[in-house]
């Protein structure tokens, strides 16, 4: 990286921006100016360790070679058609996607929201037209805390009043029942239950971990009960937690697959829902569609991602570096961490609220040269980039232990 790409500080950049743009988020105050693998660098020449990556978009890092040549040689050819017209890299990129998840056929889209909004129309018609269920009565369950987006649907069924409030009327049509509850989910299907969405690790509740057994429970109950199990990996799929896909840690294989986030590799918007044949093929010609939908530079960045996760290289980095995050946190619990939830290179961390909220342990460790994003209260949420070496990792924990040493 090499000098800053502007004469503007990060203060006059920070303020020029509160009368223009929507406050639909408070940032740390960092301007990122460039990055390369784990590192980004503001506009003052600082550099900082990225332990947020995107929220799991990042999982390659910044500007991974491979995908930025995928998409250099893309943009010299061939951008957008519209899927009015067919185009030379999206059957490569459903065709690897399908076989790298175990499933058949994949619906294309941009955004995760939009992966879950895809998943709910399907598993509607497929209630409809395969299971039966009288038109407009379908449900779907899902599981208390849950993040899957922030459209006015996916907000309809969340428990986060943050995301709810002043946004009604919302969709009827869910079933919340607590996550990690088999008894509970099972008391909740019934004859109308089109699917159970659920994530298998809820990411934005603070990467909550289910019991042992609880997927493969859901999978045999969904299976039993004659529904679909659809389970949004968007944030925990493709790598982070040391598997291609978090349900991959119990063997089970959805129905329904919502990715997005890391399918991009960070340069482009890219999800999808990725299903059993006779699940997608409900779908007709004029039903759901997207502009910029299986576009062919994101099939081409998308498909470059499937072929670093072929490798299996990306499942083993995080798998080994998620032993040395693990262990580097016990070393932490009770000198200002009062627990933590770790799954390959994600964990959740719970901070004795005597040491500050996680908006302050977030600002502290970014005066240290290190990016984390808190969630609910005094919890951070650490997810760096799969490449991260393990010099690093004790890096960044070294500044946590340093900020929470003094006090």
């Known amino acids: 990286m090499t000098a800053p790409v502007t004469t503007r500080s990060s203060a006059d950049l920070i303020r020029a921006e509160q009368p223009v743009l929507a406050h639909n988020y408070h940032p740390l105050p960092v301007v990122v100016a460039r990055a390369e693998g784990t590192w980004v660098e503001d506009v003052e020449g600082r550099r900082y360790l990225d332990m947020l990556a995107g929220y799991s978009a990042l999982n390659f890092g910044h500007r991974h070679p491979a995908l930025i040549e995928a998409a250099h040689r893309q943009l010299d050819r061939l951008t957008l058609t519209s899927r009015a017209f067919h185009n030379d890299k999206l059957a490569e990129f ?81 079933r919340i029942v607590p996550y990690n509850d088999l008894v509970a989910l099972e008391a909740a299907i019934d004859e109308t239950t089109a699917a159970v969405l659920l994530e298998p690790i809820q990411g934005e509740a603070g990467v909550l971990i289910p019991d042992d057994g609880y997927l493969t429970g859901v999978r045999e109950l969904t299976r039993s009960k004659g529904c679909l199990f659809i389970a949004d990996e968007i944030q925990s799929g493709l790598g982070r937690t040391g598997r291609t896909l978090a349900v991959d840690h119990e063997s089970v294989v959805p129905d329904v697959l919502l990715l997005g986030k890391a399918l991009g590799g960070g340069i482009v918007p890219v999800s999808a829902v990725v299903a059993r044949r006779d699940v997608l093929r409900v779908l007709r010609p004029g039903e759901h569609g997207s502009t910029f939908g299986g576009n062919p530079l994101a099939a081409a960045v998308g498909t470059a991602v499937v072929e670093l996760l072929e490798t299996g290289e990306f499942q083993q980095r995080a798998a080994e570096s998620g032993v040395l995050l693990r262990d580097g946190l016990t070393r932490l619990v009770g000198k200002g961490v009062l627990g933590f939830r770790a799954r390959g290179l994600w964990a959740g961390v719970d901070i004795d609220p005597s040491f500050g909220t996680g908006r302050d342990i977030g600002e502290r460790l970014l005066r240290e040269g290190v ?12 997810a760096p980039p799969l490449t991260i070496t393990a010099d690093e990792l004790a890096g960044a924990l070294g500044a946590l232990e340093t900020v929470l040493a003094r006090g």
Do not use: C
């Not at 009565?137 to 899902?142: G, L, M, P, S, Y």
């Not at 990016?371 to 650490?382: C, E, M, P, Y």
């Open 94 to 174: 459903a065709e690897r996607l399908a076989a790298l998840t175990g499933l058949d056929m994949v619906l294309p889209m941009n955004t995760g929201a939009e992966a879950v909004e895809s998943g709910i129309k399907v598993a509607r018609k497929w209630a409809y037209e395969v299971k039966g269920v009288p038109a407009d009565q379908a449900t779907i369950v899902v599981a208390a805390e849950n993040f899957h987006g922030r459209t006015t649907t996916i907000v309809s069924f969340s428990t986060d009043e943050t995301a709810r409030a002043g946004f009604g009327p919302f969709t009827p049509g869910f």
């Open 371 to 382: 990016l984390v994003k808190d969630t609910h209260g005094s919890t951070i949420r650490l």
